[in-house]
């Protein structure tokens, strides 16, 4: 049962094959008996578990199912949960049981969804290891001394070991298409404004984004259906109707035009990942759609306006934690001043500390337009890039990471070099669109993502052929070995 | 732009960081490094290009000017480290 898709998991529930209480029951085994060696959990919520089950179970007993009543799934320790430790994966926040549900939470918690727990991350969502989470780094199931990838490593994780059968995520440079790569799984980014970040602790707020993980792109797609939507709470929340991307996913890719940027294939990549991508795009050839290189030229300039940009926002939003209303306050201060550089300097880790400075020395008087103004324009140049390979492509697609995971501590040292990894996920939430990652292939044992780009709400295109692609291969069903 | 001791010192100050002494070297060369990155930017030529701060340059939406939430202060407050009679306590500000 444990290494059925979300799709077949419903199934099961619809035909009495077994019942939510059974199924939750033997997620919550399976995290026991296995998460010592992942850490991917920071908080497992059993008794809460039960409860949902066993009142999913009373409403299908009722007659009153949505498609996802009794489903369990885990939420990234990002998203708010009320009456549960929030840590967004720092010390800071250690101490912090949320007073109330973000809107992605209650959205799940309506359609009668059963949560676990709360996953591992990097500390605020800042990282691509899952390194600098406070409670230690969440492991790979397909390699416990590699990283599972980050900032939602913690989702990516527990999903590839068959400990949740899905799960949140979020992504500001790249945080669910990268664990999705790196781990074998399916994760998708939605457009900027698609999903509400009410109670999703803000990191840098124009570039934030929630989205689904789990291991099939039609599993995504019923997460997205609960996820998305217009929220009054979210002053960023775009109000546009939500489809039923279930009703896409069968859709025949005859005709769609995929567009392969030059930049994504050259440079620093791993040449057994530029293989299995291509043999992915041979597949969608197979299917009947037509390919054709386009540009996008200023990639190289994403990571640089991503280091502005991100740290100046999560400088500001990062503010908020002083050590006065929530959250870590250091003992005996001796003024506030003290109370607020101890309490900030011993609750956040290093890498948050890392980009506080960079984001306060950018905003800092005189540098200003040298930095911020500077890159809030090369980020124009980044977003005309992409919607000038999109008016004479339908779907973009490239690799996701110029790398299988990495060792854990190779690459803690070099800060930069850690950077690097997200040189084909950053660019786009620059750019806002929405962007998904899908399992096609290995390289020495570990998992490959192939990349799938859209234009602003092309969600159903990119599940749609995420889809027929996992319709024509099993990637997505491979397992690690236990 | 490369940073030494006593920009640390005065962003760390600017952010209200505590960094202990010892580490202020090893920050100074990170942050240095990702200024570094960064430089890549001014090569960039963005004279007539407009600061895109929103993907669809959406401006911030206003709601209608009424009370839509209760007063929900003790409820709040029980994450609070402390609390006094509805009141946040802080280090004395004021002799």
């Known amino acids: ?482 | 732009m490369s940073l030494d001791r006593t920009d640390v010192e005065k962003i760390a100050h600017l952010a209200r960081l505590n960094i202990a002494e010892q580490d202020i070297q090893e920050y100074a060369e990170n942050l240095s490094n990702i200024l570094k990155l960064v430089d890549q930017m001014q090569a960039v030529d963005t004279h007539d290009i407009a600061p895109m701060a929103h993907p669809m340059d959406a401006i911030q939406r206003l709601r209608v000017d009424e009370v839509t939430e209760g007063n929900q202060r003790d409820h709040l407050q029980t994450v609070a480290p402390a609390v006094e009679a509805g009141l946040f306590q802080v280090p004395k500000v004021i002799e």
């Open chain 1, 1 to 482: 049962m444990l290494d059925k898709t979300l799709a077949e998991l419903a199934q099961g529930l619809a035909t009495g094959e077994f019942s939510s209480v059974e199924l939750t029951r033997n997620y919550l085994d399976r995290i026991r008996a296995e998460d010592g060696s992942l850490n991917s959990f920071i908080t497992v919520t059993e008794e809460q578990a039960l409860a949902q089950a066993e009142a999913a179970d009373q409403r299908r007993a009722a007659g009153d199912a949505d498609p996802f009543t009794g489903l369990p799934i885990a939420h990234k320790d990002i998203f708010c949960t009320e009456g549960v430790r929030t840590s967004c994966g720092s010390r800071m926040l250690d101490n912090f049981i949320s007073p109330y549900n973000a809107t992605v939470v209650e959205n799940f918690n309506r359609a009668g969804a059963v949560s676990l727990g709360k996953t591992n991350m990097d500390e605020f969502a800042m990282g691509s290891s899952n390194e600098s989470s406070f409670y230690g780094p969440a492991r790979n199931p397909w390699n416990t001394e590699c990283v599972p990838g980050g900032s939602s490593g913690g989702s990516a994780a527990a999903i590839a070991g068959g400990l949740t059968p899905a799960a949140t995520g979020s992504d500001t440079g790249g945080s669910i298409r990268q664990p999705a790569a790196l781990c074998g799984i399916t994760g998708l980014k939605p457009t900027y404004g698609r999903v509400s970040r009410y109670g999703m602790i803000a990191y840098a707020s124009s570039l934030d984004q929630g989205g689904p993980m789990a291991h099939t792109a039609e599993d995504t797609a019923m997460m997205l259906n609960v996820m998305a939507g217009f929220d009054p709470k979210d002053s960023t929340s775009i109000d546009k109707a939500v489809p039923d991307y279930t009703l896409t996913l069968n859709d025949s890719l005859k005709g769609l035009k995929i567009g392969l940027p030059k930049e994504f294939f050259s440079g620093e990549i791993d040449p057994q990942i530029t293989a299995q991508v291509q043999s992915a795009i041979r597949e969608f050839e197979a299917l009947g759609a037509t390919v054709k290189e386009v540009s996008l030229p200023n990639t190289h300039l994403a990571i640089p306006a991503y280091y502005i940009i991100a740290p100046a926002e999560a400088s500001s939003n990062l503010s908020r934690f002083d050590g006065v209303r929530y959250g870590y306050r250091c003992e005996d201060p001796v003024d506030l001043e003290d109370m607020y550089k101890r309490s900030r300097g011993e609750g956040f880790g290093e890498e948050v500390k890392r980009r506080i400075m960079v984001g306060t020395y950018a905003l800092s008087e005189g540098f200003y337009d040298a930095y911020y103004k500077k890159a809030l324009q090369i980020r124009r140049l980044i977003q005309q890039d992409f919607v000038n390979a999109l008016s004479e492509v339908d779907i973009i697609m490239g690799p996701t990471t110029p790398h299988p995971a990495f060792k854990l501590g190779e690459k803690t040292s070099d800060p930069v070099a850690m950077y690097m990894e997200d040189i084909f996920t950053i660019s786009l939430n620059l750019a806002g669109m929405p962007g998904m990652s899908v399992p096609c292939g290995f390289a020495n044992g570990l998992p490959v993502g192939l990349q799938l780009i859209g234009n602003y709400f092309a969600e159903e295109r990119l599940l749609n052929a995420a889809h027929q692609f996992q319709q024509a291969t099993d990637w997505h069903r491979q397992r690690p070995v236990r």
